[in-house]
């Protein structure tokens, strides 16, 4: 499997999915909504589910359910089975070996897993530098400030060029001796673009600061391969990726989850427990108190398997091609401000997933006038306020394609946001 990185290339001229075909496979995407047909563009947000991930959830609960790791009967044996094979399966999915998979519940625990105890591992306190950038998502934010705040460290931000592409000249000054930990987003939740995470990881590398990325936009839609990306740490969400929601995964370097201590505390994560203390399992048990999401990391596994049947080059190279389609016919219509795409020029490696403005109109009537329409969008701030900001808007226009995703559905939407603007009289 190779790595996606900011090099990703151009999708090719012909569209490499049968996305119409791939589209049976969900049944959901079959529904009227508002008395049309559904086109649903908030893969971003969260996912739909291929028949392949209800059905193996479904087989489990029918055939399997037990509890794991705490059992000796036939099913609980059967059901921490199917929950290690799943264990592997993810972690396969990205490179890594099952030990450095670490069940969550999604990305944000994920994340603030990684705070609570890096910063314990590390020892964090006044003059140590936690470096992140401006464009990240709530959930790879707060958790860094938060930690901060606890320990006396200090947070700086690595800044946005207007074309939403980070200033990487900036990201070189700011990552200095004082930096211990770097976070950031492979793929903009709101921009879309796919930022150059491996000259990040070298610069942090270079003073051994600790990387931890945000995966949860990228896992669904590139190949990953996180150990030869080089990163430590990095966090993605189920329900992103066509599996349930309730189940996450976090990855880790063996070293570096090691040096971390437990999150969350109680049963299943430890060796011994006495009345003066207790010992605990090695990763990644250690950070898995508690009844563990079986079910739904039983259907992560299947839409892992679902995604790499298709293959990610190719749910890549299709989401690309809607990417340009819709930038082409945004950029078209008067009064649409395309965020993160000041040059005009739309080059930097992307997914398939713009945000815009409406001139004149606010997002929420914009999202409701799509949704008439039977267009499922987002809309608001994305969970990244601050980037919003950056723009000098509270909110946006959200749509973001997935492998069922369809030509079609990228002209369907051009056609009604065409139709925004004259409807509210601006």
């Known amino acids: 499997m190779t790595t996606a990185t900011s090099e ?3 999708a090719a001229a012909t569209d490499p999915l049968d996305a119409a075909a791939l589209a049976r496979d969900f049944p959901i995407l079959s529904e009227q909504v508002n008395g049309h ?6 893969s971003g947000a969260t996912s739909q589910r291929p028949l392949a991930v209800l059905d193996a959830e479904r087989d489990f609960l029918t055939h399997a359910n037990a509890a794991v790791h705490r059992g000796a009967h036939t099913l609980a044996a059967e059901a921490t089975e199917l929950f290690e094979d799943a264990r592997a399966t993810v972690a396969g999915f990205v490179g890594a070996a099952p030990e450095q998979l670490v069940w969550t519940s999604g990305a944000t625990l994920g994340l603030n897993l990684a705070a609570y105890s890096l910063g314990a591992a590390l020892r964090l306190g006044p003059g140590d530098e936690i470096v992140t950038t401006a464009i990240e998502h709530h959930a790879n934010l707060i958790p860094w400030q938060e930690l901060a705040a606890r320990t006396g460290a200090s947070v700086r931000y690595i800044p946005a060029h207007d074309d939403g592409t980070l200033d990487l000249d900036a990201a070189a000054e700011l990552i200095g001796e ?14 879309g673009i796919i930022n150059p995470v491996e000259k990040l990881i070298a610069l942090a590398q270079a003073v ?3 990387t931890v990325m945000d995966a949860c936009q990228s896992a669904p839609h590139l190949p990953l391969d996180l150990p030869a990306l080089g ?11 066509m599996g349930p929601y309730g189940v996450g995964g976090l990855y880790g370097r063996a070293e570096v989850l090691e ?8 049963g299943s994560m430890i060796t011994t427990v006495t009345l003066e203390g207790a010992q605990y399992l090695p990763p990644p048990q250690r950070f898995e108190a508690g009844t563990q999401p079986i079910g739904p990391a039983i259907g992560l596994a299947a839409a892992v398997r679902y995604l790499d049947g298709i293959g990610l080059e190719r749910i890549h190279a299709h989401e690309v091609m809607l990417a340009e389609r819709m930038r082409a016919g945004l950029a078209e219509i008067p009064g649409i401000r395309l965020l993160g795409d000041a ?7 992307r997914v398939g997933l713009w945000s815009f403005d409406v001139e004149g109109v606010h997002a929420h009537d914009a999202g409701q006038f799509l949704d008439a329409r039977g267009i499922a ?5 994305h969970c990244a306020a601050p980037l919003h900001a950056r723009y000098g808007v509270t909110a946006s226009v959200r749509a973001s394609t997935a492998l069922y995703n369809t030509p079609d559905d990228v002209d369907v939407l051009l056609d009604a946001v065409s139709g925004i603007r004259p409807y509210f009289g601006v």
């Open 231 to 241: 990163v430590d740490l990095a966090a993605f969400s189920g329900h992103k990726m």
């Open 208 to 210: 051994g600061a600790v």
């Open 343 to 349: 040059a005009g020029a739309g080059n930097a490696p």
């Open 37 to 42: 047909r559904l086109v649903y563009l908030d």
């Open 259 to 266: 040096s971390m201590p437990p999150f969350l505390t109680g």
């Open 178 to 191: 004082r930096t211990r930990i770097v976070a950031f987003t492979h793929v903009s939740n709101v921009l």
């Open 8 to 10: 990703t290339p151009a």
């Open 377 to 381: 969008v987002r809309v608001g701030h």
